[in-house]
T-cell receptor
Framework: GENVEQHPSTLSVQEGDSAVIKCTYS??????FPWYKQELGKGPQLIIDIRSNVGEKKDQRIAVTLNKTAKHFSLHITETQPEDSAVYFC?????????????FGQGTILTVHP | EAQVTQNPRYLITVTGKKLTVTCSQN?????MSWYRQDPGLGLRQIYYSMNVEVTDKGDVPEGYKVSRKEKRNFPLILESPSPNQTSLYFC????????????FGPGTRLTVL
């Protein structure tokens, strides 16, 4: 089955700096890659996603890039703010008969210092 | 308000005592799923359902059962809970594969003694 590896497990930045979180996946048939943000005591919330026919997607300060050949995708947050502090998860959706399955990475705890 | 609700939010139980965690969504979503979250392991999918009466195993289905008798509800059943099922559980739903955004519930923290 699909395996998703996420790095780093913790990331500490100063307000205004950029943050980058990277994920790799194993199943070349995977075709959908969402990123979720989880704040303390809450369920994960989708912040951005990308499909396998797109190489990059941007939404204000957040961008995601996908390299299908290398099977990795990354989340980029620019001009970080203290409210960006949270746990971030990447995920990959299987292809073919596994299209209902969503496999998550281990999570990255992002701390933005004022 | 569009939402996914879970009950109970917190539960402490003992080994072997059957329990059910309910999940309900009011968005007419076709797809529903259960995950467990453990430190260092991220979220792992237990079961998912593409529509009424259609359920499939995720990555960690052992020790769990689900049912999807109606579109809005997707209960998670632990027939004989064990301590290794102590975890934070999330239910999620999405409109369907055409719209992949999954909406998560607030979570259920389960402790099995």
């Amino acid at each position: 089955g699909e395996n998703v590896e996420q790095h780093p497990s913790t990331l500490s930045v100063q307000e205004g700096d950029s943050a980058v979180i990277k994920c790799t996946y194993s199943d070349s048939a995977s075709n959908y890659f969402p990123w979720y943000k989880q704040e303390l005591g809450k369920g994960p919330q989708l912040i951005i996603d990308i499909r396998s026919n797109v190489g990059e997607k941007k939404d204000q300060r957040i961008a995601v890039t996908l390299n299908k050949t290398a099977k990795h995708f990354s989340l980029h947050i620019t001009e970080t703010q203290p409210e960006d502090s949270a746990v971030y998860f990447c995920a990959a959706r299987g292809g073919g008969t596994s299209y209902g399955k969503l496999t998550f990475g281990q999570g990255t705890i992002l701390t933005v210092h004022p | 308000e569009a939402q996914v609700t879970q009950n109970p939010r917190y539960l402490i139980t003992v080994t072997g005592k059957k329990l059910t965690v309910t999940c309900s969504q009011n968005m007419n979503h076709e797809y529903m799923s259960w995950y467990r979250q453990d430190p260092g392991l991220g979220l792992r999918q237990i079961y998912y359902s593409m529509n009424v009466e259609v359920t499939d195993k995720g990555d960690v289905p052992e020790g769990y059962k689900v049912s999807r008798k109606e579109k809005r509800n997707f209960p998670l059943i632990l027939e004989s809970p064990s301590p290794n099922q102590t975890s934070l559980y999330f239910c999620a739903s999405s409109l369907g594969l055409a719209s992949d955004t999954q909406y998560f519930g607030p979570g259920t923290r389960l402790t099995v003694l």
